[in-house]
């Protein structure tokens, strides 16, 4: 069965940090695009992060880069986003996704992408 499923999600303090982890299963990830999104209610999905699967390139949004970093583990078939210094306006259910070999100046659009796991919420209150 090929599934991703998203984990790390909590309740966070403003200004602490976590670690969100996307796992494969039921295939290998690592020739994979893979983008991390996150959405709120009433709010269109927003593309966060990005990670090549030809070259490893990786993107991130405005709204958190430099707070960010999106990593590759080959050897545990996992994607990582690490977030620092979160804001209230980060608190969001956080998805990861695949796609192959698409354009990456598009690498922010949701449609880019078709196999998607169920997400995982991050809360941040003090």
């Known amino acids: 069965q090929v599934q991703l499923v998203e984990s790390g999600g909590g309740l966070v303090q403003p200004g602490g940090s976590l670690r969100l982890s996307c796992t494969a299963s039921?295939?290998?990830?690592?020739?994979?695009?893979i983008g991390w999104f996150r959405q709120v209610p009433r709010k269109e999905r927003e593309g966060v992060s990005f990670?090549?699967?030809?070259?490893?390139?990786?993107f991130y949004s405005n709204s958190v880069k430099g707070r960010s970093t999106i990593s590759r583990d080959k050897s545990k078939n996992t994607i990582y986003l690490h977030m620092n210094s979160l804001k209230p306006d980060d608190a969001a259910v956080y998805y990861c996704?695949?796609?192959?070999?698409?354009?990456?100046?598009?690498?922010?659009?949701?449609?880019?992408?078709?196999?998607w796991g169920q997400g995982t919420r991050v809360t941040i209150s003090s």
């Open positions: 996704a695949t796609a192959l070999g698409l354009d990456e100046d598009n690498w922010h659009d949701s449609y880019e992408y078709d196999n």
């Open positions: 039921g295939f290998t990830l690592d020739n994979f695009d």
């Open positions: 990670i090549s699967g030809k070259d490893g390139s990786t």
